[in-house]
C-alpha cells in the first residue's frame, strides 16, 4: 500500500488488532463511521488516486497534452457504457478478468452481452471488507456464538483463458478460491460447513447435496444459513424436500448417496462425516412432521440455533421471499449487500430492517460513484437515454456529496480496476444517509423489459402485477397451489404483438383459476401507454402459459450447462433468447388468454 495514499482510501486491512472478534468488528465499524462522515472528500481522494495510478496510460495522455488538467473534466470525456478498457502499463496487475453471473447471455440480472470486467487485488480487498463490515453491523443486532458454522449454498463456476491468457471466471468463482474467503472466516470467527472441495466440485446438484448433507451433520452449531442469492437457498430447500430420506440415511450410517460422483468431493466428504444414528431419527422426526405442513418452519426446527438468514433478497430476488418465510417461520431474514461484479456499492448497516425495505449504505472508498438523476415520464412515450426507450429522463451525473433523498439515480461507476466509467443499469433511490453517505433502495434493473409498441413495463412492474395473481391463485386454492417461477417475453410475431407470462406452480389449480389469474394480470399493468394499446387493441389479450413442473430447473440446467454459476444466477424476467423460449414453449401444458379490456 502506497505510504502517501490519503488516509481515508487506505484499505480497513491496514488495521491491526489482537485478532480477537470484537476488536475486529469495531476497528472496521469504527472505520465505516469515519469514511462515510466525511465521504464527499473521500470521494474525492479516490477519485484522485484511479487518476494518479493511471495516469501514464496512453489514453488519458491525450487529454493531459491538450491541458485539461480537471479530473473530473478528464473523467467526464472517458466513456461511458462499458467502453473499452484503457489499461497501459497496469495490465500486469489484473489477476483475472470476471463475466457478468447470468454466464452465457446475461450481464447482471437478465439478458444482455456477457461482460468481462478485470479484477484486481483492491477488488478481493473490497469483497472482504464488504462481508466483515456488514458481519459486523449484523452480529450488533443478531450476535453469533465464535467459532459457530455457516450453512452456506455457494457454488464455483468453472474458469477459462482469455485469448491473452488471462483467467476468466465470475466473481464468486474467483472469491471462494481467494485467500479472502478464508481470512474472512477467520476474522468473523465463523466457518462454513462444506470443504472447498464442495464448493468447487462444479455440478451444482451434487454440491447442493453435500451442502445440505454437512449443514446436517453440524445443525447444531450453525449459527446462520446463506447464499449470494436467496434463490440458490429457495433451490436447495426445494431439492431437499425430496432428498431428505437419503441425507437421514447417510447420516445415520456415516455414507455418501451414490449420487455424488466427483471423486474429490465424495473424499472430502466422507473424511468429515461419521455415522449419528441419533441425529439421524431426530431429523426424520422433524421431516415427517413438516412434510404434512408443506415445510412450513423447516429451518428453525432443523437448526435450533441458527440466528437469521442471510441473502440477497432485493430487486429480483423479492419473488422467492414468500417460500423462504414459509421455510423460516419468523427467523429474522436479513437482506445482503449491493454490488456487482464491477465493485461493490453498498452495505446493509440496518440488519433488522425487512428485506422490502432495506437499504444500502454506500462505501465511499469503493469506487468513484457518480449519479444520474432520473425522472419518470409515466405518460411520455420518448426518453433521453441512450440505451433504449425506457420511462426515465434522465440529468446530469452528479457526484455523490449532491444526491437527494427521495430521489432516483442510476449509478455510474469509476473503479480501481482500470481506467473506465460504466453505468450500472441500476434504478435506485436514496432512502437516507448514513453520517454523510447515501443509503439507497435498490428499485429495479433499469432496462426496460416489456415492450410491444408505446407500452413500457419494466422487471420491477412485471412483478408487482405477477404478485397480485399469485395471491388469487392462492387463495382461490386454498393454498394448494403457489407460484414457483416466472419468466415472459413481448410476443411480436403476432398481429398485434401481446405480453405472454409463463408460470411453473406447484400443486393443483382449476382452469378457470388460472384464467382469472391471466385477466388480472393483464389488468394489473398500470402503464398508460399498455393502458391505451389494450383498449385500442394495438396491443392483443396477455396470455398465461402453464409450464410443466421442473421447467425452470431445465432452465437453470442450460444456463449452467453454458458457464454460469448457481451462485450468482438470477432468472431472466423477460426473454428473447431462442434456447430459453424453445425450452418454454416446449414445457407449456396450457394458455389461458386474458378476457379483460374484452
Ligand atoms: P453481476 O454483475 O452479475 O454480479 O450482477 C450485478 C447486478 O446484480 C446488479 O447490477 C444488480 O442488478 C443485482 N444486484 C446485486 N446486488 C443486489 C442487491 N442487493 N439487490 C438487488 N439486486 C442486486
Not at 495510478?53 to 457504457?81: A, P, Q, R, S
Not at 429457495?234 to 447417510?250: G, K, N, P
Not at 393502458?531 to 410443466?548: A, M, Q, W
Request: glycine share 8%.
Amino acid at each position: 500500500m502506497d505510504k502517501h495514499e490519503p488516509e481515508a482510501v487506505r484499505s480497513t486491512s491496514s488495521y491491526v488488532n489482537n485478532g480477537n472478534i470484537n476488536d475486529h468488528e469495531g476497528d472496521i465499524i469504527r472505520w465505516f463511521e469515519e469514511v462515510s462522515a466525511k465521504a464527499g472528500a473521500v470521494q474525492t481522494e479516490v477519485l484522485c488516486r484511479i487518476l494518479k495510478e493511471n495516469f501514464k496510460v496512453e489514453y488519458l495522455k491525450k487529454w493531459l497534452l491538450v491541458g485539461k488538467e480537471d479530473y473530473l473534466f478528464i473523467i467526464c470525456k472517458l466513456i461511458t457504457d462499458h467502453h473499452p478498457f484503457f489499461f497501459g502499463k497496469k495490465k500486469e496487475k489484473i489477476l483475472i478478468f470476471l463475466c457478468g453471473g447470468g454466464g452465457f447471455c446475461s450481464s447482471g440480472t437478465t439478458e444482455g452481452r456477457q461482460k468481462f470486467v478485470p479484477f484486481t487485488r483492491h477488488s478481493a480487498q473490497t469483497t472482504l471488507e464488504t462481508f466483515t463490515l456488514s458481519a459486523a453491523y449484523r452480529s450488533r443486532v443478531y450476535p453469533i456464538r465464535e467459532g459457530g458454522k455457516i450453512l452456506e449454498f455457494i457454488y464455483s463456476g468453472n474458469q477459462f483463458k482469455t485469448k491473452g491468457g488471462l483467467i476468466a471466471g465470475t466473481a464468486t468463482t474467483h472469491y471462494y478460491a481467494s485467500e479472502e474467503f478464508r481470512i474472512k472466516q477467520e476474522r468473523t470467527k465463523s466457518f462454513t460447513c462444506s470443504p472447498y472441495e464442495v464448493i468447487s466440485a462444479g455440478d451444482y446438484k451434487q454440491s447442493t447435496y453435500c451442502h445440505l448433507l454437512l449443514g446436517l451433520f453440524f445443525s447444531h452449531d450453525v449459527e446462520f444459513i446463506t447464499s449470494a442469492f436467496v434463490y440458490g437457498i429457495v433451490q436447495a430447500f426445494r431439492s431437499f424436500e425430496e432428498l431428505w430420506r437419503d441425507l437421514c440415511h447417510d447420516i445415520r450410517h456415516g455414507t455418501l448417496s451414490s449420487r455424488i460422483k466427483v471423486p474429490k468431493m465424495r473424499e472430502a466428504v466422507l473424511e468429515i462425516i461419521t455415522p449419528n444414528e441419533c441425529l439421524a431419527s431426530r431429523i426424520e422426526g422433524i421431516c415427517e412432521e413438516v412434510e404434512v405442513m408443506d415445510w412450513f418452519g423447516l429451518i428453525p426446527k432443523l437448526w435450533p440455533n441458527a440466528k437469521y438468514v442471510y441473502s440477497i433478497m432485493t430487486g429480483s430476488m423479492q419473488p422467492y421471499l414468500k417460500r423462504l418465510r414459509h421455510y423460516a417461520n419468523g427467523l429474522p431474514l436479513v437482506s445482503g449487500d449491493y454490488g456487482s461484479s464491477e465493485s461493490w456499492i453498498g452495505v446493509n448497516v440496518d440488519p433488522s430492517s425487512p428485506p422490502e425495505s432495506v437499504t444500502f449504505a454506500v462505501v465511499p472508498t469503493f469506487s468513484y460513484f457518480e449519479f444520474i438523476p432520473l425522472y419518470r415520464h409515466k405518460h411520455s412515450c420518448g426518453s433521453s437515454h441512450d440505451g433504449g426507450a425506457d420511462d426515465f429522463v434522465e440529468d446530469k451525473p452528479i457526484p455523490l456529496s449532491k444526491v437527494k433523498v427521495g430521489q432516483e439515480y442510476e449509478i455510474a461507476l469509476t473503479t480501481f480496476t482500470g481506467l473506465y466509467r460504466c453505468r450500472l443499469g441500476d434504478v435506485v433511490e436514496v432512502g437516507g444517509f448514513h453520517n454523510g453517505t447515501p443509503k439507497l433502495n435498490f428499485i429495479c434493473r433499469r432496462k426496460l423489459i416489456l415492450t410491444v409498441n408505446i407500452d413500457k413495463n419494466t422487471e420491477k412492474d412485471l412483478q408487482a402485477v405477477v404478485e397480485k395473481a399469485s395471491h388469487i391463485l392462492q387463495s382461490q386454492t386454498n393454498n394448494n397451489a403457489e407460484l414457483v417461477d416466472f419468466t415472459s417475453y413481448a410476443d411480436l410475431t403476432t398481429q398485434p404483438g401481446c405480453y405472454v407470462i409463463f408460470w411453473e406452480i406447484k400443486g393443483e389449480a382449476h382452469d378457470h383459476v388460472l384464467q382469472s389469474c391471466s385477466t388480472e394480470m393483464d389488468a394489473a399493468f398500470v402503464d398508460y401507454g399498455y393502458v391505451v394499446s389494450r383498449k385500442t387493441s394495438s396491443i392483443g389479450p396477455l396470455e398465461l402459459c402453464i409450464l410443466e413442473k421442473g421447467t425452470f430447473k431445465k432452465i437453470l440446467d442450460c444456463f449452467v450447462a453454458n458457464g454460469a454459476t448457481l451462485g450468482q444466477f438470477k432468472t431472466p424476467r423477460c426473454t428473447n433468447n431462442p434456447l430459453l423460449l424453445n425450452i418454454l414453449h416446449a414445457c407449456t401444458l396450457k394458455i389461458f388468454r386474458s378476457t379483460a379490456y374484452a
